[in-house]
């Protein structure tokens, strides 16, 4: 069955500090994908990333970078220097075949940044 | 990038009424759209798949006759919530898929009843 979690349902760091959210996911496929999505205060999603099951090979895109280890099951997201508009709610998600590829969602994780 | 939007994007309503939320998908078709529903500090459940010209897809626990979902072209779907119940409260959010690793979201509609 498909499944997403995210352990952490709140981080606060300070400014410049970095954070890493962890995301674990569990499917019996080995065709899948998996996401992340920031969603602000005003609600609306934001698409981070999409990674498929058969690209292992991390991410970095500015201050973002992902950490995908198929052995673990892990899909983490890691934010240096983090900034005060980082302030959201993230989430990661999963695709599998077996889903039908709907898009499930993990928990999120809040992450609070201070000045 | 291709945009979704969805309308309106707050409603508030009396219990007992019924409330239509359109999604569209504005530059693109999609033959498949999806409906999350979100409670506060919650993480967006999956209701139900709308594929064009067919019935929706409802997932386990959801009411379908309660939620219709109407999918008639391929650039809108709509959910009406019929009876409203203040526990309806929820913020909706639709999603218009183009292939099968790619899904725009919309902006969400946020619906009070009273």
């Known amino acids: 069955a498909q499944k997403v979690t995210q352990a952490q349902t709140e981080i606060s760091v300070v400014e410049k500090e970095d954070v890493t959210l962890d995301c674990v996911y569990e499917?019996?496929?080995?065709?899948?994908?998996l996401f992340w999505y920031k969603q602000p205060p005003s609600g609306e999603l934001v698409f981070l990333i999409r990674?498929?099951?058969?690209?292992?090979q991390n991410e970095i895109s500015g201050r973002y970078s992902w950490n995908f280890q198929k052995s673990t099951s892990s899909f983490n997201f890691t934010i240096t220097a983090s900034q005060v508009v980082d302030s959201a709610v993230y989430f990661c998600a999963l695709s599998d075949n077996t889903g039908g590829f709907k898009t499930i969602f993990g928990a999120g994780t809040r992450l609070f940044v201070k000045a | 990038g291709a945009v979704v939007s969805q309308h309106p994007s707050w409603v508030i309503c009396k219990s007992g009424t019924s409330v239509k939320i359109e999604c569209r998908s504005l530059?693109?078709?999609?033959?498949?759209m999806f409906w999350y529903r979100q409670f506060p500090k919650q993480s967006l459940m999956l209701m139900a798949t709308?594929?064009?010209?067919?019935?929706?897809?409802?997932e386990q626990g959801v009411e379908k006759d309660k939620f219709l979902i109407n999918h008639a072209s391929l650039t809108l779907s709509t959910l009406t919530v019929t009876s409203a119940h203040p526990e309806d409260s929820s913020f909706y959010i639709c999603s218009a898929r183009v292939i099968t690793d790619t899904q725009y979201f919309g902006p969400g509609t946020r619906l009070t009843v009273l």
């Open positions: 499917t019996r496929d080995t065709t899948y994908y």
């Open positions: 530059d693109f078709q999609a033959t498949t």
């Open positions: 709308s594929n064009e010209g067919s019935k929706a897809t409802y």
């Open positions: 990674r498929n099951s058969f690209d292992e």
